[in-house]
């Protein structure tokens, strides 16, 4: 009788248990029986899956490939059943998001209400981080991904784009001082990303030609929304994304320094998830749902916005 359905969930267990003696105990079977049933998997499909000599479980690039595979395979099968079980309900169980801790307080958790009144069966498990995570380390279903997207096998619905800009309060400029050039801000508390991927340097016009300042200052962090808070508070000079500025700015919280110098290269904003033909039905409703509110958040126009400073 074919078992594959059996064998994947078996080695998905093994995957997320770390180990076969685990895996076994939490399948209720012996360890020899889970052993056996891995190797023959792998010699069904005639290539190794798991690498046995070290003491902690490793996956060959195929084992990662075909879990992560099995894990939307069986999470489609088991949606199926409900639904079917259910009479056609709608799609329900768990998404796991993740998205920078800027953009999806701005952007995504003012959608969440409505997503809910569509589709009252799914729960969202949303993680804000400015840190790249592995869609596939985490489990994550979706990620929000702003800038250049590496190679890799995901699929991306792109959202739209978004530039930084440098600013600072009013209190702030009024005790410091506005810069009026790029050099000015060697003598300005200017507030950076303590992660490995950001720019330790802003890119500057100066002169006709384009310098990078390296610029320090009292607080590093590693989110957008700190340093556009303590912005709004005075402590410093931020460069942000305009979708996080826009709202302080028209309330006169946040103005504009240094627009004609700024290097302001737009940011490319995409939706990745794993796979676009084997999505689970819930997964497909969150990106149909959330991806064209997103893209007409992002097309928004501020209002109200006060002159930069110069």
Known sequence: MDNRAGEMMVFVQVVEAGSFSEAARQLMMTPSTVSKLIARLESRLGIRLVE????????????????????????????????????????????????????????????????????????????????????????????????????????????????????????YLERRGAPQTPEDLLNHNCIGFNFRRANPVWPMREGGRIVERMLSGSLLTNNGETIRRMAVAGVGIGRIADYHVRGPIARGELVEVLADSAITEADEIHALFRGAQLLPARVRAFLDFAVPRLQRFLAEEPTAIAPPVT
């Open 52 to 171: 046995r000599s070290t003491r902690r479980l490793l996956l060959t690039r195929e084992g990662e490939f075909y879990y992560e595979r099995s894990q939307r395979l069986l999470a489609d099968l088991d949606e199926t059943e409900q639904q079917i079980a259910h009479g056609g309900a709608e799609p329900e169980g768990l998404i796991r998001v993740n998205s920078s801790v800027s953009f999806g307080a701005a952007a995504l958790e003012p959608i969440l209400p409505a997503f809910w009144e569509a589709y009252p069966k799914i729960v969202i498990d949303l993680s804000l981080s400015d840190e790249v995570v592995d869609l596939y380390l985490e489990r994550t279903d979706v990620a929000i991904r702003v800038g250049r997207l590496p190679d890799s096998n995901l699929v991306a619905r792109k959202i739209g784009e978004t530039k930084r800009r440098i600013v600072a309060s009013p209190a």
